[in-house]
Structure formats: C-alpha cells, structure tokens
Nanobody
Framework: QVQVAESGGGVMQVGGSLRLSCSASGRTFASASMGWFRQAPGKEREFVAAITWSGSDTYYANDIKGRFTISRDNGKNTVHLQMNSLRHEDTVVYYC??????????????????????WGQGTQVTVAS
C-alpha cells in the first residue's frame, strides 16, 4: 500500500515563502518520479512541478517558473516544493503525486493526470494580503 502525504501548507502573506513537503511510503521512494499539482475550487487539477527519481531533471509550469523549486531527498523519502514570491492566485490546494516508476517524464506527460499513480490528500495554501 503506497501512501503519499503532504505537509507544510498554511497562510502566508503576498510576497512570502512556504515550503511544502511530501513523503511517500510503501514502495522504493528512490525509484519514483514525484510531482506537485494544485487545484482551485471548481477547476481542474493543474500541473505545478515534477522531478525524476534521480533528481537530475525537473519540470515546471510556466506560471510558477522562477518562483517555485522542486527538490528531493531520497535518503529521507521526501520531496519539497519551495514556493517564493507568493501571489494571491497561489491560494489553492496542493497535491503531491508519485509514479512508481512510471513512464519516462516528458514535457508533455508530466502534466497528464494518468501519468501519476498515487496522490496525497492535499494541503491548503492561502496567500493573504
């Protein structure tokens, strides 16, 4: 049974920073590609960032590129999403996803929901004035 769990959400002011963390257990974390998505009420879940099992390749959505950074620590079975320069529109629920091992990530498939096998429950990020 694979379990994916996010942490680190909360309230931050515009321009501030938050770091989300995600742990995955139940299979070899180091073999998994990991990703972050987000979803606003009434909208589709959208891709944010992804990282390959080795950490050698990362992918970002255009609207967060340069502000968010994805990283992983395979020794701690954890992936992080460092979010800087937060904006009001970043106020959504963030979901962590894992693919074991999944297809080789490409610029196309990273944003496709079927690429990802397991999902966390989500963590709320609220950016306030």
């Amino acid at each position: 049974q694979v379990q994916v769990a996010e942490s680190g959400g909360g309230v931050m002011q515009v321009g501030g920073s938050l770091r989300l963390s995600c742990s995955a257990s139940g299979r070899t974390f180091a073999s998994a590609s990991m990703g972050w998505f987000r979803q606003a009420p009434g909208k589709e879940r959208e891709f944010v960032a992804a990282i390959t099992w080795s950490g050698s390749d990362t992918y970002y959505a255009n609207d967060i590129k340069g502000r968010f950074t994805i990283s992983r620590d395979n020794g701690k079975n954890t992936v992080h999403l460092q979010m800087n320069s937060l904006r009001h529109e970043d106020t959504v629920v963030y979901y962590c996803a894992a693919a074991f091992p999944g297809p080789a990530l490409t610029d196309y498939n990273v944003g496709q929901i079927p690429t990802w096998d397991y999902w966390g429950q989500g963590t709320q990020v609220t950016v306030a004035s």
